[in-house]
């Protein structure tokens, strides 16, 4: 698919999306929420910085987050390009969407999981990322994130800002702006931070409808993602006698997911070698990470776990 099939796709995805009519409460508040996003980006972001050339950047880890930022960024550049063709003396029809890769980067830092990695490989192919990845251009993981980024300037010195899939109820994150500079001991760009008011559950629901594909770690239980030896699946979601507890609350969503596939639920094939590392800690199957929806507990698996 080229960036410009995928962008429309996105594009139309979530114009089906914003148009359910419903009267369920997650659904209306991410449509809200997709609303803000999408204003932010073509109101805020695209009137300051072209998209077109390089001076926007996207910090991609192949985390759900990004993933659904990437698919509302898509969206974005297939509505900006309709604008401006619209614009022109030339019919839409004779007007070629005017870029062929989205400028992306990824910090590869500590050793992560090969579900992930090829996750970030297989996405990169689908949704037309030039990904920088700073191991092929070192050769060596990277030893902290500002480093990395430095580097990553000197590599693409026009870059201005980066897309970055921050949440507020992250660790610090109820501290950012939407647009705001790096801090002072960072390399010198401009954060963009455009889905900061999305909950957990709003993540869940427009990924479940995206029909996109899903990594395979959060179908077993992850629902934040990092390091190897800093993550692990959530315990909230061990399968027990509790489970009535935990009610799936995007049945609708995966039934009538975008352009839907057999199942509804597009998610990937976890790595055998993860599998065999999962298996290390013990025999509990875990409920798939969509099951949680509390912010508070998103990041209970992010713990430094013991080899
Ligand atoms: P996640 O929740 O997994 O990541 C949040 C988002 O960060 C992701 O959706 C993705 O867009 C991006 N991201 C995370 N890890 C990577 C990666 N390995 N490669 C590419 N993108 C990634 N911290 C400061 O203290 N001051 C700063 O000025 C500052 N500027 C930053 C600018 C950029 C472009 C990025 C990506 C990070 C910056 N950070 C800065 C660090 C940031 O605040 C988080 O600590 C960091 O993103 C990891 O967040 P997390 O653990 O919540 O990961």
Known sequence: MSLSAIAERCYNMTSSYLNVTTNDLIIKDTQDAIKLTRRYLLEDVFTRWSPLNGEISFSYNGGKDCQVLLLLYLSCLWEFFIIQAGQSQYDIQYQKFPMNKLFSVYIDLAETFPTLETFVNITSERYQLSLYSSTR???????????????????????????????????????????????????????????????????????????????????????????????????????????????????????????????????????????????????????????????????????????
Not at 239 to 246: F, I
Not at 252 to 260: D, G, L, V
Request: hydrophobic share 35%; with cysteine.
């Open 137 to 307: 251009e070192h050769g060596t993981k990277a030893s902290n994130m500002s480093c990395a980024f430095n580097d990553f300037l000197k590599r693409y010195p026009e870059t201005q800002a980066i897309l970055i899939g921050v949440r507020a109820t992250d660790p610090f994150g109820d501290t950012l702006k939407t647009i705001q500079k790096t801090d002072s001991n960072w390399p010198d760009f401009y954060r963009i931070q455009p889905i900061l008011h999305w909950k957990l559950a709003n993540i869940w629901s427009f990924l479940l409808y995206s029909g996109e594909p899903i990594c395979g770690l959060y179908g077993e239980g992850f629902t934040s993602i990092g390091g190897i030896d800093s993550t692990l699946q959530n315990p909230y979601l061990i399968e027990n006698d509790n489970m009535e507890k935990l009610p799936l609350k995007f049945q609708w969503e995966i039934e009538n997911s975008y352009e839907h596939e057999s199942d509804g639920i597009n998610v990937l094939e976890i790595d055998p070698l993860d599998r065999d590392w999962l298996a290390k800690f013990g025999p509990d199957n875990y409920l798939p990470g969509w099951y949680l929806v509390e912010d508070d507990l998103e990041r209970a698996g992010r713990i430094k776990s013991k080899k």
